[in-house]
């Protein structure tokens, strides 16, 4: 059986949120950003995911303690500089190793499980997500040559130094930066990428390798996710916004597609861990959040708040706020009422 170890990379301070907290520790989709990739990566990874925190990550480690292991990136110098801060806890550890940033936290479980898998059964040294955007992306860009095998990742700064610019710019495929490696293939070349200039000061580059197993005429292949969602990262308070309807989107969709009726999903707010029955109907205005269960046959709001609490069979729950309470089958609460522990 194949072992994988999940790396992410969670040193970043988030300057760009103007906040006194660690960006990934911000909610979106009603928990810490983090923590929805980290989840992920716990049911895929055959260790206990490693997570890269700057000087001073304690929120990261209060919020997850012992479910991870933390190495520490005391200076700031690149992607490829954090990855190499994890060989000492997993050279000789797994087959293969996985490494993403830690602020997407829309980046599928199942996704990360597919990469595994494709780098297992091809043999490739490396295998990257990516994505279908826009030209006008920031992202850098997914150069493949013959027989469909990515060649090479052209970051934008660069692309706009050759001398033919458009060709690179004009590349849909961008890079998601979610990586499945060789395991000892890796370890082997990651302390000896090149130093480069960025605007931020000297840095090494995971996209490095690229270059690398190129040259060594290695396997290289590249997934397109079918959720361009997957790769939303939440770096500003602005690109939260985005990141918190597309967690919504996702929601609504799946429960539209489970038999639970959304009057007007636009107004409808249900976290990811939320369970609802069958034939269930939730009016506009509702937030459903936490560790709530919804029973089947019921009707939900409008204007309606249930956070942490559970809902039996056939109630109804209109204009009312329930909180970390068991509501019985067949019971109406409301309208105006608020039912607390």
């Given at each position: 059986?194949?072992?994988?170890?999940?790396?992410?990379?969670?040193?970043?301070?988030?300057?760009?949120?103007?906040?006194?907290?660690?960006?990934?520790?911000?909610?979106?989709?009603?928990?810490?950003?983090?923590?929805?990739?980290?989840?992920?990566?716990?049911?895929?990874?055959?260790?206990?995911?490693?997570?890269?925190?700057?000087?001073?990550?304690?929120?990261?480690?209060?919020?997850?303690?012992?479910?991870?292991?933390?190495?520490?990136?005391?200076?700031?110098?690149?992607?490829?500089?954090?990855?190499?801060?994890?060989?000492?806890v997993l050279a000789g550890q797994t087959d293969q190793v996985i490494i993403t940033y830690a602020d997407m936290p829309l980046l599928r479980r199942e996704t990360l499980q597919r990469l595994?898998?494709?780098?297992?059964?091809?043999?490739?040294?490396?295998?990257?997500?990516?994505?279908?955007?826009?030209?006008?992306?920031?992202?850098?860009?997914?150069?493949?040559?013959?027989?469909?095998?990515?060649?090479?990742?052209?970051?934008?700064?660069?692309?706009?130094?050759?001398?033919?610019?458009?060709?690179?710019?004009?590349?849909?495929?961008?890079?998601?930066?979610?990586?499945?490696?060789?395991?000892?293939?890796?370890?082997?070349?990651?302390?000896?990428?090149?130093?480069?200039?960025?605007?931020?000061?000297?840095?090494?580059?995971?996209?490095?390798?690229?270059?690398?197993?190129?040259?060594?005429?290695?396997?290289?292949?590249?997934?397109?996710?079918?959720?361009?969602?997957?790769?939303?990262?939440?770096?500003?308070?602005?690109?939260?916004?985005?990141?918190?309807?597309?967690?919504?989107?996702?929601?609504?969709?799946?429960?539209?597609?489970?038999?639970?009726?959304?009057?007007?999903?636009?107004?409808?707010?249900?976290?990811?861990?939320?369970?609802?029955?069958?034939?269930?109907?939730?009016?506009?205005?509702?937030?459903?959040?936490?560790?709530?269960?919804?029973?089947?046959?019921?009707?939900?709001?409008?204007?309606?708040?249930?956070?942490?609490?559970?809902?039996?069979?056939?109630?109804?729950?209109?204009?009312?706020?329930?909180?970390?309470?068991?509501?019985?089958?067949?019971?109406?609460?409301?309208?105006?009422?608020?039912?607390?522990?």
């Amino acid at each position: 059986m194949t072992t994988t170890a999940i790396v992410l990379l969670a040193a970043g301070q988030g300057t760009r949120m103007n906040s006194k907290y660690q960006k990934i520790l911000h909610d979106v989709g009603g928990k810490p950003m983090v923590l929805h990739l980290f989840e992920a990566a716990e049911a895929v990874a055959n260790v206990p995911p490693v997570v890269v925190v700057g000087p001073g990550g304690d929120g990261v480690r209060q919020l997850l303690g012992q479910r991870a292991t933390y190495v520490v990136q005391e200076e700031q110098l690149g992607t490829g500089h954090a990855a190499l801060m994890a060989q000492p806890v997993l050279a000789g550890q797994t087959d293969q190793v996985i490494i993403t940033y830690a602020d997407m936290p829309l980046l599928r479980r199942e996704t990360l499980q597919r990469l595994a898998e494709t780098q297992a059964g091809s043999g490739a040294t490396i295998v990257m997500l990516s994505v279908l955007g826009d030209p006008a992306s920031s992202f850098g860009r997914v150069v493949r040559g013959q027989a469909n095998q990515v060649v090479e990742i052209v970051e934008v700064a660069e692309a706009r130094k050759r001398p033919n610019p458009d060709t690179f710019l004009n590349i849909r495929e961008l890079n998601a930066g979610v990586y499945c490696f060789a395991a000892d293939w890796l370890w082997t070349h990651v302390d000896k990428l090149p130093l480069r200039q960025a605007r931020s000061g000297p840095e090494y580059y995971l996209t490095d390798l690229i270059e690398t197993a190129v040259a060594q005429n290695r396997r290289i292949e590249a997934i397109i996710t079918s959720d361009p969602d997957e790769c939303l990262g939440a770096g500003t308070r602005h690109e939260m916004v985005a990141v918190e309807k597309a967690f919504r989107r996702r929601a609504n969709n799946y429960w539209l597609d489970h038999g639970v009726t959304l009057v007007d999903p636009e107004t409808i707010y249900i976290d990811p861990d939320v369970v609802i029955g069958q034939d269930t109907v939730i009016w506009p205005n509702s937030y459903i959040q936490g560790d709530t269960t919804i029973g089947e046959d019921c009707v939900i709001g409008p204007n309606t708040l249930i956070r942490n609490a559970t809902i039996g069979h056939g109630c109804r729950v209109r204009q009312s706020t329930v909180e970390q309470v068991s509501v019985a089958d067949g019971q109406q609460v409301g309208p105006f009422a608020h039912v607390r522990k």
